[in-house]
T-cell receptor, first 114, second 115 residues
Framework: AQSVTQLGSHVSVSEGALVLLRCNYS??????LFWYVQYPNQGLQLLLK??????LVKGINGFEAEFKKSETSFHLTKPSAHMSDAAEYFCAVSGGQGAQKLVFGQGTRLTINP | KAGVTQTPRYLIKTRGQQVTLSCSPISGHRSVSWYQQTPGQGLQFLFEYFSETQRNKGNFPGRFSGRQFSNSRSEMNVSTLELGDSALYLC??????????????FGPGTRLTVT
């Protein structure tokens, strides 16, 4: 079984500040981990993924995430927030024979203050 | 390359009716998955189809069904609609080959309202 916990349903940062969105996962098989972003009235856009190999993965729009197996974490960061980053962010896990079945966290709404 | 398309974008139905939603995957993608998004339950996996076969199924009642056609287009059907079926239904497609394996690309969704 797999599960995802996103710490903080709402995160607010100032423009130019560091963005840190936390994600912890549970998986009985080697996990594939994803971060998606959702803007209002839109579908989900893939930001980045980890499957195997390098544990620090870089994605679009300046985001990156680090897979830490010992901490079962996959936190999302961006050095400098931009107003356009305001959206809802979802962490997801899959893996094994059900690799196409994404299990999502509850989401974190990111607000950027000017 | 065109993205995942879903039709219709918005739908209003009455309790007890049935509904069919359509999804066209990205060209060349053969796997299609469906998800339900609600404020209370979040994003939940419904089912996945590959080569016209259902490979994975989530924990939803039998009123929810789907199919995939030979051109990879997929439909999902919900029969005997309930108020709780009001949700955003998202379709995602995957290439399942090479470095893009397991990446799922989502459509804009169909917003279903049941009254």
């Amino acid at each position: 079984a797999q599960s995802v916990t996103q710490l903080g349903s709402h995160v607010s940062v100032s423009e130019g500040a560091l963005v840190l969105l936390r994600c912890n996962y549970s998986s009985s098989v080697p996990p594939y981990l994803f971060w998606y972003v959702q803007y209002p009235n839109q579908g989900l856009q893939l930001l980045l993924k980890y499957t195997t190999g390098a544990t620090l993965v870089k994605g679009i729009n300046g985001f990156e995430a680090e897979f830490k197996k010992s901490e079962t974490s996959f936190h999302l960061t961006k050095p400098s927030a931009h107003m356009s980053d305001a959206a809802e962010y979802f962490c997801a896990v899959s893996g094994g024979q059900g690799a196409q079945k994404l299990v999502f966290g509850q989401g974190t709404r990111l607000t950027i203050n000017p | 390359k065109a993205g995942v398309t879903q039709t219709p974008r918005y739908l209003i139905k009455t309790r007890g009716q049935q509904v069919t939603l359509s999804c066209s995957p990205i060209s060349g993608h053969r796997s299609v998955s469906w998800y339900q998004q609600t404020p209370g339950q979040g994003l939940q996996f419904l089912f996945e189809y590959f080569s016209e076969t259902q490979r994975n199924k989530g924990n939803f009642p039998g009123r929810f069904s789907g199919r995939q056609f030979s051109n990879s287009r997929s439909e999902m059907n919900v029969s005997t609609l309930e108020l709780g079926d009001s949700a955003l239904y998202l379709c995602a497609s995957s290439l399942l080959r090479g470095r893009s394996s397991y990446e799922q690309y989502f459509g804009p969704g169909t917003r279903l309202t049941v009254t």
